[in-house]
């Protein structure tokens, strides 16, 4: 049975053609990943879905009554709160019950009719049924699993982290336990802990959900069933991530054969009317044209544009690049133990631990962004620092991407400003388009082209994965793998850092508990 019908839904913006008469279904036994390269139309899609954009054309039609969860990557949300009051808006109905079974209770005292009770008692049941008297015990376990008991349950929302606020919000949405949930990169600021709770919630999730993700083997774990979004088209593919990916493969194949034989019969039939149109086989000629002029064309199988990352870098003869010594870190008290590290020349160094832990605080201080309690850390004299922030922040977002880096580097002809885009994997009409327009990805790729624009020895990334495609992340890593100087590393992702890191830190290990 289908809880989501989408119809024949065309949608485009500028010049590019996100889906064009695209058709799919979610049944109620769907547990749907959504794949596709950054930039084709993803996050929009869901947009549709939840109807706060609509589309060109087409239809959305979701089963009568069903409860739909969306979880956006950039909404904001809990000012005033505290995570755990905000956390108790899930239940925002179930306490409006309660004191409605109150009031029946107070109207009893003062007046003992006999429905006052019998209306508290069905409240009563209602309550049970939903749990009610198991709440707090319920927001425990969903804090544990996604790592927000470290954060603290007084901690206002508005003080916490871009990340720190996504887990909130996912929390609160896995407790609303909606029919549908609709996850844009839920996985984003998650340690690996905490993703394995979040797939055996899914797992164990008794309604449908599409999952917007780069992350391929959290996908594999969580779907039986996959949309593509891709050149204009939505294509649904049953079974897990990597079959689904198989599939494509042999899609595409008999796309490209068929397009192949396709051509070889225009070439035939374009050179047979080249030259019989004006002799004694004209009539056969006209009819070849008009057979030419009435087939279907098979489009080639498209390539997407692939990015290529290379950091320059500056020569530095320090055998000890970086000193870090009895740190103390944090904001109104320390977050970690005293910290000490170095790192000498050309080392590679990852930051791992839970969101939260203090590793972009770390980062911040070392590179004197923040004040630190006690404590150094001093660079070398040589040091020239390329420096990546997780924050999709621009000084004017209405801004393109082309006159965004124009700004930062007044002296690059634009020219060369479309082609540093185009390396980082951003197209020509994009880099057009203003930067709040832009998916996560694709803001992401703008960052590391400025990055590619300063040399430097030492690259710091705090969390330069979020948002990106595969084929992106892959580019990064053999970048950051060959740069000859030194790379300190926050990422999420084991992944993206086995093989070719020299030490991890572990910043959790070293967080102080409150």
Known sequence: MSVLEVEHLSMAFADKQLYEDASFRLNKEDHMGVIGQNGTGKSTLIKLLTQTELPDEGTVKWQNKVTIGYLDQYVKAGAGQTIAEFLHTAFAKLFAMAEKQAKCYADYAQDPRDELLEKAGKIQEELEAADFYAIDTRIAQVMTGLGIDA????????????????????????????DVLLLD????????????????????????????????????????????????????YTGSFNSAVKQKEVKKEVQRKAYEKQQQQIEKDEAYIRKNKAGTRSTMAKSRQKRLDKMERITPPSENLQAHFNFPYVELMSSEVLTVKNLSVGYQTPLLEPVTFTMSHGEKVVLKGFNGAGKSTLIKSILGKL????????????????????????DDPNQT???????????????TIRQRLARAGLNAANAMKPMKLLSGGEQTKVKLCALELVPSNFLIMDEPTNHLDDETKHAL???????????LLVTHEPDFYAGWVDKIFDVAAARLDK
């Not at 004040?371 to 621009?394: C, E, M, N």
């Not at 890593?477 to 790379?487: D, H, I, K, M, T």
Request: glycine share 6%; hydrophobic share 40%; proline share 5%.
């Open 185 to 236: 990169e839920p996985t984003n600021y998650l340690d690996t802990e905490h993703i394995e709770w979040l797939t055996d919630y899914l797992n164990d999730f008794s309604g449908c959900y599409m999952v917007i993700s780069h992350d391929f083997d959290f996908l594999e774990k969580i779907t039986n069933c996959i949309i593509d979004v891709a050149f204009g088209k939505i294509t649904k």
């Open 401 to 415: 991407p082309l006159q965004t880096i124009q700004n930062q580097f007044p002296k690059l002809e634009p020219k």
């Open 477 to 487: 890593r053999e970048a950051l793998q060959n740069f000859s100087g030194n790379v």
């Open 151 to 178: 954060i603290g349950s007084d901690k206002q929302v508005s003080d916490c982290s871009g990340g720190q606020r996504s887990k909130i919000i996912l929390a609160k949405l896995l407790l609303e336990q909606p």
């Open 371 to 394: 004040p630190v309690f006690d404590g150094t850390a001093k660079f070398v004299p040589a040091v020239k620092i390329a420096y990546f922030d997780q924050d999709l922040v621009w």
